[in-house]
């Protein structure tokens, strides 16, 4: 039987690590990977991950299986974390959550909640977009369409272009995905403003989001970065959220996230519950524990929160440090445009305006590593490479 099958092409990005690994030039700045990494290029536990993981190992009584809507005190903790301390909608009785494996496993359930509840939905992704959402969200059978969001040439939002095509293309009843906070793989957000011309196009037009929060407290920090989700929380009768833990809790391999949606009426979700609860089932049955054990360990016991938030904030302004030094490096060198880009930008990620050519001159002749597309993982650099890295952007330009 599996004679029939095809081998998948290798992966580019896979393939880019291993060139990376295997160059040894002293001057090698790697900012391919997606993952966060500190100032000597490591992807530690977070201090309070492993605190909790050893209060963990002596409370944990049992291995039995947790539930189909995973884990209840992560799912508590972690909407308050997500929706605000005391907002509205936690004691609605609109909103249904579940933990998924990881936000990838929240997008999917996310994705088959729609599809069940509306089969011919098209999808509405932006155009670039994180490189597994249009696989991911397509291969349920859904219809995915893409909006511009970025313009390469002029480092900007293309929101003129984006609000007219959902305007004059989606029809009612259209889902369209949006990226919470440090939109990868741009980095470039959307202005407050902004936020609130989209909140009042979907609900001109009958279209509902769904949020894709991977980075929250890494923009601008935990509150601002929740900012859109919030407002469209507020103005829109249905939502539905994928969030994840793998950036911010540091826990990628733990399969960390959780699903909410948000519908009219509390009968409403009570629904989506138990459709979400029924899609968990036929998938994997269950959501993975540990990780979000952890969660619930960290965000119920003050002091490790304390410590988490602490080093989160670390994290956050040790990307936001390195994008002010390698937009002044840029800008002392003439390269205004990009380094303006390059400041406003959030998270981890910019999209560099270079052509494939020009990423793979990055790459073999000044043993830079970042994607074909231009996306850099600004986490990737330190502080004393920034001003090779803005000599070898510009050299290649
Ligand atoms: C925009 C976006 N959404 C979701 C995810 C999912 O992350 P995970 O499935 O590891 O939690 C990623 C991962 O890179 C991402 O960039």
Not at 171 to 192: E, F, I, R, W
Request: glycine share 8%.
């Amino acid at each position: 039987m599996f004679e029939t099958l095809n081998k998948t092409a290798p992966d580019a990005i896979v393939e880019m690590i291993k060139i990376a690994a295997a160059d040894t030039s002293p001057k090698k700045i790697d900012l391919g990977v997606g993952i966060y990494q500190d100032e000597v290029g490591a992807t530690p536990v977070m201090r309070a991950v492993k605190k909790a993981e050893r209060l963990w190992f002596d409370e944990e009584d049992s291995k039995k299986y947790i539930g189909i809507h995973g884990n209840p005190e992560f799912n508590r903790l972690f909407s308050e974390l997500t929706f605000g301390d005391g907002a509205e909608i936690l004691t609605s009785g609109r909103l249904a959550v579940a933990q998924s494996a990881g936000g990838s496993g929240a997008l999917r359930l996310g994705t088959e909640l729609i599809k069940m509840a509306n089969p011919g939905t098209t999808v509405w992704v932006s155009t670039p977009t994180w490189a597994n959402h249009t696989p991911l969200i397509g291969s349920t059978g859904l219809p995915v369409k893409p909006y511009p969001y970025y313009n390469k040439e002029t480092q900007t939002i293309d929101f003129d272009d984006m609000c007219a095509t959902l305007r004059n293309e989606a029809k009612p009843g259209d889902v369209v995905v949006l990226h919470g906070c440090c939109h990868n793989p741009t980095g470039a957000d959307l202005s407050q403003d902004q936020w609130r011309i989209i909140a009042d196009l979907l609900i001109e037009k009958s279209l509902m989001p769904f949020v894709d929060l991977a980075y929250t407290g890494l923009g601008d920090g935990l509150d601002a970065d929740t900012f859109g989700l919030r407002l469209l929380v507020d103005k829109c009768p249905e939502l539905v959220l994928a969030t994840s833990c793998s950036k911010n809790f540091g826990l990628y391999r733990e399969r960390t996230g959780m699903v909410a949606a948000i519908a009219r009426t509390p009968e409403e979700a009570d629904l989506c519950r138990s459709q979400i609860g029924l899609i968990m089932r036929r998938m994997i049955s269950m959501p993975p524990d540990h990780g979000a054990a952890l969660v619930a360990k960290i965000l119920s016991t003050p002091d490790l929160k304390a410590d988490w938030l602490s080093e989160l904030e670390t994290m956050r302004l040790r990307m936001s440090g390195l994008r002010q030094s390698l937009a002044e490096a840029l800008s002392v060198q003439g390269a205004e445009q990009m380094a303006n880009a390059i400041a406003s930008q959030k998270g981890m990620f910019s999209l560099l305006p270079v052509s494939p050519e020009q990423a793979e001159k990055l790459r073999s002749e000044h043993s830079v590593y970042l994607l074909n597309s231009g996306r850099i993982n600004i986490a990737g650099a330190r502080a004393e490479m920034i001003d090779g890295l803005a000599d070898a952007i510009l050299a290649v330009l």
